[in-house]
T-cell receptor, first 108, second 114 residues
Framework: GIQVEQSPPDLILQEGANSTLRCNFS?????LQWFHQNPWGQLINLFY???GTKQNGRLSATTVATERYSLLYISSSQTTDSGVYFC??????????FGPGTRLSVLP | EPEVTQTPSHQVTQMGQEVILRCVPI?????FYWYRQILGQKVEFLVS????????KSEIFDDQFSVERPDGSNFTLKIRSTKLEDSAMYFC????????????FGPGTRLTVT
């Protein structure tokens, strides 16, 4: 099945810093989503982005499907951005496969 | 904005007991899913459901698990005889269609088996 990798596994930032999280996948996908898991364990939908670029406030995401990666950008990070960021992909015919996540800690 | 809801947010049960986790998908969605996340691990697919039957299931979804849409709004996951290793976050999701369509996730139910 499809393999999903995320980097870095852990990231520590000072409040106000910018960051880029990466998701690599091993095969063509027809669906890619980014999620934020908050400290209470809830999964928050961030982006549905099988291709192209989207922006939502301080967050933006880009997926280059032909090169099998997606990037999540966080600008001017805040302590409330802390948590785990997952990308999830599905290829043709399978259900979602989640990556291992990037654990982000934003320090005040 | 419509959202997927799940109840309860936290359930504690004793080993061997049956539990039912409940989800209310978004009203015009046709596909429903359950996922599981053991503490500290990644989210794993359990089962997908469409037109009142299971369309796909993973190896995790064994005979201890069952899903049902008992009425027009609820979607449930039943674990017949819970084991310690069933302790996890369980997420429900729904989508308008399968494949390319966005899946909307609920906030999760934390199940603790003692």
């Amino acid at each position: 099945g499809i393999q999903v990798e995320q980097s870095p596994p852990d990231l520590i930032l000072q409040e106000g810093a910018n960051s880029t999280l990466r998701c690599n996948f091993s095969d063509s996908v027809n669906n890619l989503q980014w999620f934020h898991q908050n400290p209470w364990g809830q999964l928050i939908n961030l982006f549905y982005i099988p291709s192209g670029t989207k922006q939502n406030g301080r967050l933006s995401a880009t997926t280059v499907a032909t090169e099998r990666y997606s990037l999540l950008y966080i600008s001017s990070s805040q302590t409330t951005d802390s948590g785990v960021y997952f990308c999830a992909v599905r290829d043709y015919g399978q259900n979602f496969v989640f990556g291992p996540g990037t654990r982000l800690s934003v320090l005040p | 904005e419509p959202e997927v809801t799940q109840t309860p947010s936290h359930q504690v049960t004793q080993m061997g007991q049956e539990v039912i986790l409940r989800c209310v998908p978004i009203s015009n969605h046709l596909y429903f899913y359950w996922y599981r996340q053991i503490l500290g691990q990644k989210v794993e697919f359990l089962v997908s459901f469409y037109n009142n039957e299971i369309s796909e299931k993973s190896e995790i979804f064994d005979d201890q698990f069952s899903v049902e849409r008992p009425d027009g709004s609820n979607f449930t996951l039943k674990i017949r005889s819970t084991k310690l290793e069933d302790s996890a976050m369980y997420f429900c999701a729904s989508s308008v269609g399968h494949g390319v369509y966005e899946q909307y996730f609920g906030p999760g139910t934390r199940l603790t088996v003692t």
